[in-house]
């Protein structure tokens, strides 16, 4: 005799018939996406009005965007870098475009963002001979997917007619920085680098590509990496910056 207990799930045997049909049914549905995205404009990423082809935005935000305070074609400064160029100050509708990359996977806006790069600092950018995306750590990698920084920094490299190397690792999976109080950035605890391919970066000027960049804590410590691997000057670009 046995005792009455909770029904049991069987687990049905993984088919590769199944999983074949599961994959064409995600083909399908990406595909008609695809050409429903193809018919009808994409919603403006920031107030969902139909947005034009450029960075996911509406003309409205669009304007609103280039109102903003920008950055100079001459450069910022950034502790342990040779300079420091960015576009666009980290506030709407510019961080819908951020979260739009990182989390909705919209690769198209690193492309574009490229393109307003390489239109507006291409003279000052092309002065690297070797493109370095800012690494993510591989725990926040393989949770999101990709890392995003890749997205700029891939056309970018493109554009620009550089190499692109992913030179460095990040050690540490360190906290993400943008919403904190400036206090808790420079206090940020952990984060460390190693360069996994110095011979790409020896006696080389890098451009070390980053999505936004807030105290400049990390861009000075990947910096310094890059320089101890024999790197000959280090700039910096990022899309945006935070300007609190
Ligand atoms: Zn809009």
């Known amino acids: 005799m046995t005792a009455d207990g909770p029904p049991t ?9 199944g999983s074949a049909a599961q994959n064409v049914c995600r083909l399908g549905r990406r595909l008609l996406a695809f050409a429903v995205g193809l018919l009808l404009p994409r919603p403006c990423l920031a107030c969902s009005a139909p947005a034009e082809r450029e960075l996911g935005l509406c003309s ?47 690769d198209y806006l690193g492309l574009h963002i490229a393109d307003e790069a390489n239109t507006r600092l291409g003279i000052e950018l092309r002065r690297a001979e070797v493109v370095v995306p800012m690494p993510m750590h591989w725990r926040r990698r393989l949770a999101r997917g990709r890392n995003h920084a890749d997205s700029i920094a891939r056309p970018l490299a493109r554009r620009l007619g550089r190499p692109l190397s992913p030179a460095l690792r990040r050690r540490t999976l360190g906290r993400p920085q943008v919403g904190r109080g400036r206090r808790q950035r420079l206090l940020n605890p952990g984060i460390a680098f190693t360069c996994r391919r110095p011979a790409a970066v020896r006696d080389r000027v890098v451009l070390l590509v980053d999505d ?20 000959r000057k280090v700039i910096v670009f990022a899309a945006a910056r935070t300007l609190t």
Do not use: H, M, N
């Not at 903003?68 to 910022?76: I, L």
């Open 60 to 106: 409205q935000c669009r304007r609103l965007l280039e109102a903003r305070p920008r950055g100079a074609a001459r450069g910022d400064r950034l502790e342990g870098c040779d300079g420091f160029f960015w576009l666009w100050g980290y506030q709407p509708p510019f961080d819908q475009i951020i979260l739009g990359l990182k989390y909705r996977r919209l």
């Open 212 to 231: 936004v960049v807030t105290t400049g804590a990390t861009s000075g410590r990947a910096a310094r990496t890059l320089k101890a691997a024999g790197a």
């Open 9 to 17: 799930r069987r687990r049905l045997p993984i088919c590769f018939y």
